[in-house]
């Protein structure tokens, strides 16, 4: 595998509430995930659906305080089932002393 892409944004997935017997693969509260794109191991892929779908928000230029929350970069999210509550906050890195994003790499030849 050849990454190219430079990623500009950095996100922390935290079970704030909820406990093992309640999800199916075990998740409780204070389990935490790190991730930039892919799927981060262990979390459900029902619910990264729906996160990933947030995270895309915020790589569009989006700002969570337009759904009602305080800040612009965390979000609180219920799992697929309703049966654990995670917090999402996204971070900006691999960015210039500007904040702008550095360029991607030169992509691999075919």
């Not at 700002?63 to 309703?82: H, L, Q, S, V």
């Not at 691999?94 to 790499?105: F, Q």
Request: neutral net charge.
């Amino acid at each position: 595998m050849q990454k190219w892409c430079t990623e500009d944004w950095q996100f922390e997935l935290i079970v704030t509430r909820g406990k093992a017997g309640h999800c199916r693969l075990g998740l409780e509260k204070g389990d935490k995930f790190v991730f930039s794109y892919g799927c981060p191991e262990g979390i459900c892929p029902k619910t990264m659906m729906t996160i990933y779908t947030w995270c895309e928000v915020i790589r569009c230029g989006g700002d969570f305080t337009y759904r009602g929350e305080k800040e612009r970069y965390e979000i609180n999210i219920p799992c697929a089932d309703g049966c654990i509550q995670f917090h999402l906050k996204a971070t900006p890195i691999n960015r210039d002393e500007n904040g702008k994003p550095l360029p991607n790499l030169p992509r691999p030849q075919d």
